[in-house]
Each structure stands twice: as C-alpha cells, then as structure tokens.
C-alpha cells in the first residue's frame, strides 16, 4: 500500500464529502462522493449523476476521475468514496476498471462514511488479474 499522510487523507474526507453534498440521485437517493489526490499534490471531486434513463448514471468515483482528467491529471495517488450510509460504501465494478487506468496497483482506495468509518484496500484488491493499457500493448 502506498503511504499517504494523515493531512492528505483528512483532505480527501473533507473533499469527497463536498462531493456527495452535490450529488444529483434523485432516483436512487443514494447520495456518494468521491475525491482523488493527483500525482502532482492537487485534490479534485465528484459525486454520482443519475438520469431519467437509470443507466445513463455515473458513479462520483468516475466523475471525480474524468474532473481530474479535465484539468490537466493523469495519474492519482488515492481516491476516497463518502457516503452516509453505515456500511461502507466500495466501488462499483465499472469504476474498479476505470480507477485500474489511472491509479497503481498499490494505490490506496477508501471508503469512509458520516460517522467516519473508514474500510481501505488497495487498487489490486479491488480487482485483481485487471485488464490494462499494458494489455494493448501485446500482438
Ligand atoms: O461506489 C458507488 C456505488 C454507487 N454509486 C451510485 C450510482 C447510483 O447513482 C447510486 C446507487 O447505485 O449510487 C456511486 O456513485 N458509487
Ligand atoms: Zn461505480
């Protein structure tokens, strides 16, 4: 597990909560924000986005990725999920293989709800034998 300090992980709370109190899940009301730590010591956010039709929705953890994209970040060193539910909240299948393409292996990735509960694994516990850029690579 790579090491981030206890200042960047209190940022990243404070920052994926931010994310979850826009949330736009009037169909779920299953309210999630998601804050990620770039390489270059930058924060960015996001939070899920749900549409009329259910499967257009974007999860907050690939929201706040493509936010980070946007402005200029490739790669990110941690990314926190939030929300207020008791049980800890981990990432959906489609953002493990998104959050695969822009965080190591050893990356830290945790959930954290409102009574500051957290559950932490690395990007290769949430899924292992991945499918990477790498994999292009082979003819
Ligand atoms: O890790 C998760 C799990 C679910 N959701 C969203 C998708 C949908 O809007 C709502 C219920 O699944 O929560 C996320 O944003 N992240
Ligand atoms: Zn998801």
């Not at 539910?85 to 990432?91: D, V």
């Amino acid at each position: 597990m790579s090491k981030i300090k206890s200042d960047e992980i209190l940022a990243l709370v404070s920052a994926a909560k931010a994310g979850f109190e826009k949330a736009y899940a009037p169909y779920s009301n299953f309210h999630v924000g998601a804050a990620a730590l770039t390489a270059s010591g930058k924060i960015v956010k996001g939070c899920n986005v749900e549409n009329a039709s259910y499967g257009l929705t974007v999860c907050a953890e690939r929201n706040c990725l493509a936010q980070g994209v946007i402005s200029g970040e490739q790669v990110f060193k941690a990314l926190v999920v939030y929300t207020n539910q008791e049980k800890l909240t981990p990432p959906c299948g489609a953002c493990r293989q998104v959050i695969v393409e822009f965080l190591a292996p050893d990356a830290l990735v945790m959930a954290v709800n409102h009574n500051n509960n957290k559950k932490q694994w690395t990007v290769n516990e949430l899924l292992p034998d991945a499918f990477t850029p790498k994999d292009l690579l082979e003819k």
